[in-house]
């Protein structure tokens, strides 16, 4: 098997898991992944998670050319911001999970650090999640606002869209996704309960030990 090979059919199965576990939902979410040409796979627009035919996915050459498969997401623009800012991503994942959703629309957020301290494991994989404006689906504005975050930021929350994250591999970027959802599931579960949450401390031993990017 080809390495271009595996990653379409890493591609499908994870983008499957996703939607069997309801953390997107009809056609809705995109992936794509660095190819070892420098290129990208990118999953199609209009597709479903639970049906993805690796075959068809979109690739693009290491001059981010469309050359082959169907038509790609719409949301390229917020896929080429992601790669163009951070040499380190090797994969990116955008979700319209609802419990980041919801928590995006709640009017008492901190922008530049979405998801409250509540455990460890969303400091340690995403850092400081932004939250960034509502913009059109589709809109290049999205890339714009990315691009206007330098880079500093792995993850970044669309407000009434929808969560995106950047990883080194496919893996790593679907586990970050995955954590950004249950960080975000448990502050709507515990809103206005007044939860015991991690102190300034906690967060700062963990940013030290597990070398967080803590972008302020």
Same mark, same amino acid.
């Given at each position: 098997?080809?390495?271009?090979?595996?990653?379409?059919?890493?591609?499908?199965?994870?983008?499957?898991?996703?939607?069997?576990?309801?953390? /997107?939902?009809?056609?809705?979410?995109?992936?794509?992944?660095?190819?070892?040409?420098?290129?990208? @796979?990118?999953?199609?627009?209009?597709?479903?998670?639970? /049906?993805?035919?690796?075959?068809?996915?979109?690739?693009?050459?290491?001059?981010?050319?469309?050359?082959?498969?169907?038509?790609? /997401?719409?949301?390229?623009?917020?896929?080429?911001?992601?790669?163009?800012?951070?040499?380190?991503?090797?994969?990116?994942? %955008? @979700?319209?999970?609802?419990?980041?959703?919801?928590?995006?629309?709640?009017?008492?957020?901190?922008?530049?650090?979405?998801?409250?301290?509540?455990?460890?494991?969303?400091?340690?994989?995403?850092?400081?999640?932004?939250?960034?404006?509502?913009?059109?689906?589709?809109?290049?504005?999205?890339?714009?606002?990315?691009?206007?975050?330098?880079?500093?930021?792995?993850?970044?929350?669309?407000?009434? %869209?929808?969560?995106?994250?950047?990883?080194?591999?496919?893996?790593?970027?679907?586990?970050?996704?995955?954590?950004?959802?249950?960080?975000?599931?448990?502050?709507?579960?515990?809103?206005?309960?007044?939860?015991?949450?991690?102190?300034?401390?906690?967060?700062?031993?963990?940013?030290?030990?597990?070398?967080?990017?803590?972008?302020?």
């Amino acid at each position: 098997m080809t390495d271009i090979t595996k990653l379409r059919e890493d591609i499908c199965r994870f983008a499957r898991a996703l939607h069997e576990r309801g953390l /997107t939902h009809g056609s809705t979410g995109n992936i794509s992944v660095r190819t070892p040409d420098g290129g990208l @796979l990118v999953t199609p627009t209009g597709s479903s998670f639970l /049906t993805l035919d690796p075959a068809r996915l979109s690739r693009f050459d290491a001059e981010l050319a469309h050359v082959e498969g169907d038509k790609p /997401t719409k949301e390229m623009p917020l896929h080429r911001a992601f790669y163009d800012t951070r040499g380190t991503a090797g994969a990116i994942v %955008h @979700l319209h999970s609802c419990h980041s959703v919801a928590l995006s629309m709640m009017p008492d957020v901190d922008p530049n650090d979405f998801l409250p301290h509540l455990t460890p494991y969303p400091i340690m994989q995403l850092g400081r999640v932004k939250l960034l404006p509502y913009f059109m689906p589709g809109d290049a504005a999205i890339g714009d606002a990315i691009r206007g975050l330098a880079g500093k930021r792995s993850a970044v929350m669309l407000a009434n %869209h929808g969560p995106v994250v950047a990883g080194k591999s496919l893996e790593a970027a679907v586990y970050a996704i995955e954590e950004l959802e249950a960080g975000a599931r448990l502050a709507m579960m515990t809103r206005g309960l007044s939860p015991a949450g991690l102190s300034d401390g906690d967060v700062a031993a963990l940013v030290s030990k597990f070398d967080v990017e803590w972008d302020d």
